[in-house]
């Protein structure tokens, strides 16, 4: 298994700034993945973190507005850009673990509100 | 659409009882994953099936994959309350190994 981490765990922003989100795993992996959870709905993928080079993202979704940086294997950021009220969500990181089962763990969460 | 549909999509039941939640999907998958959620917590990983199997169990747990009629099924048995939660399933495609999530199911387990 993986053990992952994420701060902050939640966060009161307002219109317009910028929040960044870290994510870090506690051994190496080689797919980390952003998703997000709109109230009272189910995950949507936004993008794989892709190590020293530039994140995979899904459609909807643009690095202008969620750029993520991933330095190394065990380390990622998103950062949500321009924030309004539509991005008020559950922010979760995820790996996926190598080896024969290729399962997937997620960090707890970062709740992030916009005023 | 979501390659992965849970169903029902809300559970009620009392203490002591079975809960069963089935998940169904579209296309050839390499594993399926089931999840469950605490209220407004992150994900935890419950049981992953791998195409090849049919049945899988961890304590209380027993997860079945019918892959001829893209379904599998989640059986909590002996519930308690504080399995009280909403619960995913997760297939990743054959090919890929990104998987995507239904909706869910909300379980209560009422004491």
């Known amino acids: 298994s993986a053990v992952i981490s994420q701060k902050p765990s939640r966060d009161i922003c307002q219109r317009g700034t910028s929040l960044t989100i870290q994510c870090q795993v506690d051994s190496q992996v080689t797919m980390m993945f952003w998703y997000r959870q709109q109230p009272g709905q189910s995950l949507t993928l936004i993008a794989t973190a892709n190590q020293g080079s530039e994140a995979t993202y899904e459609s909807g979704f643009v690095i202008d507005k969620f750029p993520i940086s991933r330095p190394n294997l065990t380390f990622s950021t998103l950062t949500v850009s321009n924030m309004s009220p539509e991005d008020s969500s559950i922010y979760l990181c995820?790996?996926?673990?190598?080896?024969?089962?290729?399962?997937?763990?997620f960090g707890p969460g970062t709740r992030l509100t916009v005023l | 659409s979501q390659q992965g549909e849970e169903d029902p999509q809300a559970l009620s039941i009392q203490e002591g009882e079975n809960a069963t939640m089935n998940c169904s999907y579209k296309t050839s998958i390499n594993n399926l994953q089931w999840y469950r959620q605490n209220s407004g917590r992150g994900l935890v990983h419950l049981i992953l099936i791998r195409s090849n199997e049919r049945e899988k169990h961890s304590g209380r747990l027993r997860v079945t994959l019918d892959t001829s009629k893209k379904s599998s099924s989640l059986l909590i048995t002996a519930s308690r309350a504080a399995d009280t939660a909403s619960y995913f399933c997760a297939t990743d495609l054959a090919g890929s190994y990104i998987p995507t999530f239904g909706r869910g199911t909300s379980l209560i387990v009422h004491p």
């Open positions: 995820s790996v996926v673990t190598s080896g024969s089962l290729n399962e997937q763990f």
